[in-house]
Structure formats: C-alpha cells, structure tokens
C-alpha cells in the first residue's frame, strides 16, 4: 500500500501528517526564512482551524533540515488559490467590479467561494463531502458487484480514469466508461447544494471550475448553470 499523504479525516489540520506534509513542502521549496506562508483549507472549517494554524506554524521550526522561520500565517479557502491565480493570468481581463463562483472539486470535499475581488461573501460560499473519491468509491462499488470480486483500489480507478485506459483487473482489461457513467449521477447531489447555497447567478461574471475531480463534475455543472459562463 502507497500512502499518499490523502486524509479523510475532518481534523487533517491538525495532525502530525499534516505538519509532516508541510516541512517537506517547505523543505524542497528551500524555504528558510518565509515573511508570510499562506495556507488552504476547506471552506468549511477555515474558521474552525484557522487560529490553530496561526499558532502552531507561525515562528521558528526545525523539522530536521535546520531552522526555518515563518513570520506569519494567513490561513484562506482553498479555492481562493485559484481565483489569485485567474487574477493573475487575466490580468486587465479579470472583472474585480462583480463576482465570480469558484468550484474547487477536491478529493474528498467540493468547496466553492463567491467573491468580489478578493472579498469572499461567506452567505453564498461552503463546502460539501464528496469529490472525486466519492466517485472512484461508487464505480469500485459497481465493479464488485458487476463481477462478483473483491474491491478495487480507488488509487487504481483515478489513475485508470486519468490516463482513459482500461483497468487491469485480474488480468482483464476492463473498461471503466459504463462504470463511470453510472457513478456520474453522485455528481447531482453537491451540485444541487451549491445551487441552493449560491442563490441567483445572473450576477456572476463566470464560473470557474478547478481541482482534480473538476472534469467529473462538469456536466452536473453545466446542466446547473446553463447561462453561466464556465
């Protein structure tokens, strides 16, 4: 079994993983001396560990490569990342004058922000279980009880899914594609949430999809917001 540093857990913040992660996050950026380090988090719990993370990665560590000195933390919703990033490559293109939806469909979570600029309005923002694993879940679900076997790692279907090959399976190539779309249907559920939390749409400026499930919920996505650019 390959750990892969991927948690389920609410409390992943803060764990000794998640500390664990980050010294080496730092370490092969050849972090030393970092004046403000910003950290994301699921939109629903940012306020929850945001102070925690505030205490415990603001100072001085040595995590075992030698001093590393963190002036501040700035704890955010993940998926501000990616409109700071959109913002970027934009340029005089990005519209800070009306609000943007972004849908960041993570591995285990679904969180999406409205935000103005970089002003977040937390009424119409959240976050929800069920992002891609949810998915992989429901087709090695499907699998097992197509052909009777044991179950299928997810590892194995995301890295099928993501590669559009057929997945060895007892020395079978079995194609994921009826599967997959049968599992598709989990997709409706978090969409449906974002829809109720967001409210009308006719005032956004676009909608921009990110994270590694994004290509698995864009058609519930699309169908949600049909007038909405994406």
């Known amino acids: 079994h390959v750990h892969t540093g991927r948690s389920l857990s609410e409390d992943f913040a803060t764990t000794a993983g998640y500390a ?19 950290l994301g988090l699921p939109v629903h719990n940012t306020q929850k560990y ?18 590393i000195h963190v002036g501040s933390v700035l704890p955010l919703p993940q998926p501000l990342g990616t409109l700071i990033h959109y913002i970027q490559q934009r340029g005089k293109q990005y519209d800070p ?34 992002g891609a694993a949810r998915i992989y879940q429901q087709v090695a679900s499907l ?21 559009a090959k057929p997945l060895v399976y007892f ?14 249907a989990l997709t ?13 749409t006719d005032d956004l400026r676009a909608i921009i999809l990110t994270g590694g499930g994004a290509q698995l919920y864009a058609p519930a996505i699309r169908a949600a917001f049909p007038l909405n650019p994406i």
């Open 171 to 184: 020395g079978e190539d079995l194609d994921m594609g009826p599967y997959l779309s049968e599992a598709m």
């Open 97 to 130: 004058d009306n609000s943007y939806l972004v849908i960041d469909v993570g591995y285990f979570t679904t969180d999406w922000v409205v935000a103005r600029g970089y002003t977040v309005d937390d009424t119409r923002s959240g976050g929800v279980p069920g």
């Open 50 to 67: 945001a102070a925690h993370l505030k205490e415990r990665f603001a100072g001085t560590h040595n995590f075992g490569w030698g001093d």
């Open 188 to 200: 409706n559920q978090p969409v449906k949430e974002i829809q109720t939390r967001v409210g009308r």
């Open 143 to 163: 699998i097992t009880a197509d052909r009777n076997q044991p179950d299928v790692g997810i590892e194995r279907i995301d890295q099928a899914i993501r590669d």
């Open 20 to 38: 664990a992660l980050l010294a080496g996050a730092l370490h092969y950026a050849g972090a030393r001396e970092v004046d403000r380090l910003v």
